[in-house]
């Protein structure tokens, strides 16, 4: 059974720092790219970066200088660091596990919330 659990999420004030993790299991983690994503009421899904297989990451530009993406195949996990948070990053972030370039699925976590507030 594929399972992804997001975790790191929390209150934080606007300027703060949050570092929100995924924790993969069931899957060959080290062979899925890796994708983090912000879901907020009455709104699309946002994509905010992904990281390949072979360490390859790309950004959205509205959070390009300001969150970071990494992993530990060794452990299983992602990572999504967030600083200099805004209002407007408020809102529940999820991981999702692209295994298709290797004719595997796409697995999604739960998500966890942030809220961004004074």
């Known amino acids: 059974q594929v399972q992804l659990v997001e975790s790191g999420g929390g209150l934080v004030q606007p300027g703060g720092s949050l570092r929100l993790s995924c924790v993969a299991s069931?899957?060959?983690?080290?062979?899925?790219?890796i994708s983090w994503y912000r879901q907020t009421p009455g709104k699309r899904r946002q994509f905010l970066g992904t990281?390949?297989?072979?360490?390859?990451?790309t950004y959205a530009e509205s959070v390009k200088g300001r969150f970071t993406i990494s992993r530990d195949n060794g452990e299983n996990t992602a990572y999504l660091q967030m600083d200099s948070l805004t209002l407007d990053d408020t809102g529940v972030y999820l991981c999702?596990?692209?295994?298709?370039?290797w004719g595997r699925g796409q697995y999604w976590g739960q998500g966890t919330q942030v809220t961004v507030s004074l």
């Open positions: 069931g899957i060959t983690f080290r062979i899925y790219a």
């Open positions: 999702s596990a692209d295994g298709s370039r």
């Open positions: 990281m390949s297989a072979g360490g390859i990451i």
